[in-house]
């Protein structure tokens, strides 16, 4: 046990972000009480409705506040009457930007209880690397003659030998601590400059580190994850091949609503911010139906980033004996579960644990 205390900064966002969130909280809540550790939350309201009030994503020196927090939990940002790139380049980019988080972290790995989008029982678990501060998604570029017949718009990626390099870095030291495998995301055929130089950093970032380095083409890498899964361990991949592939990794083990991403600066200069990969769900947002899996297994990887190991492992062990038992998901597993009744589950198999654990020591 730990007894430490740790500042969150909870920024729910919009539509199912709130639901998910709240969740989240109820949860760790629990797991803290139980493994005597102190979680301080604090709100922010920031989000696509504030943008509506206000003009902006966040108000202004947000990031500063940000800046003093242990970590940052964030539930999904999005709303049909905000263009999604004031939104994302509103607050997401920002934050990942400010905070240095150049790692986002995907796991993809089946979850006991949901059955996969393939037909496979072999049980899948690899880990995607994703580059998240430079590439594809870049400012550098414009638009000329906007209006006219001879409008056109240009869109630069950007990839430099420094964030190549720890990327790389990165994703071999996840490699060395599973099985070893890295299989590195490219487009070198066709994309003549960036990919070229993406593949040579690579190889030799991953040759020093004594990591085989598997280089393989987005679109024959796309067609492994649906047909041999298994032969996955870990993948590295720019920001916007990175993106695709995550969301492809959650479709193959339960769907959008399951997955978790972690925005990390390893270094921990700047907080880490945690979150489900699924966005705002405009469609059943305000329904109470949304599962909360990714949110949860997102709070599990954050309790991990904080120390908190044992209660991160139990997160996770609580939501797959939940999920197990049928029926009692949410409808996008074919459950008649709400966002609640889902959580308070969670929340019963974790109580009884949460009463016999041993009192917090106070120093
Ligand atoms: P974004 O562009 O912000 O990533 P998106 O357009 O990919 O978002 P989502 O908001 O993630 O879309 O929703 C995609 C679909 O998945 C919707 O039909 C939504 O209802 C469903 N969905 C997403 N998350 C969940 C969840 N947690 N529980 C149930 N269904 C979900």
Known sequence: MTHAKHRIALLPGDGIGQEVCESAVLVLDVLARRHGFELVWTEFPWGCDFYLQTGSMMAPGALETLESYDAILLGAVGSPKVKDHVSLWGLLIPIRRRFDQYVNLRPVHSVRGVRSALNSPEPIDFLIVRENSEGEYSEAGGRLFAGTPRELAVQESVFSRTGIDRIVNFAA???????????????????????????????????????????????????????????????????????????????????????????????????????????????????????????????????????????????????????????????????????????????????????????????
């Open 173 to 363: 030291d996840a490699a060395l601590e599973r099985k070893g495998k890295l299989v590195s995301a490219t487009k070198s055929n066709g994309i003549i400059h960036t990919m070229p130089f993406w593949d040579e950093v690579a190889s030799e970032v991953a040759e020093s580190r004594g990591v085989p380095n598997d280089l393989q083409h987005i679109d024959a890498l796309a067609a492994r994850f649906v047909i041999a899964p298994q032969s996955l361990d870990v993948v590295v991949a720019s920001n916007l091949f990175g993106d695709i592939l995550s969301d492809l990794g959650s479709a193959l083990t339960g769907g959008i609503g399951l997955g978790p991403s972690a925005n990390l600066n390893p270094e921990r200069d700047h907080p880490s911010m945690f979150e489900s990969i699924h966005g705002s769900a405009p469609d059943i947002a305000g329904l109470g139906v949304a599962n909360p899996t990714g949110e949860l297994w997102a709070s599990s990887m954050m309790l991990e980033h904080l120390g908190e190991v044992d209660a991160a492992r139990e997160l996770i062990e609580a939501v797959e004996t939940v999920l197990s038992v049928p029926g009692r998901c949410t409808r996008n597993l074919g459950g008649t579960g709400t966002t609640r009744s889902f959580t308070d589950a969670v929340v019963n198999h974790l109580e009884p644990l949460a009463r016999n654990a041993s009192p917090v020591v106070k120093v």
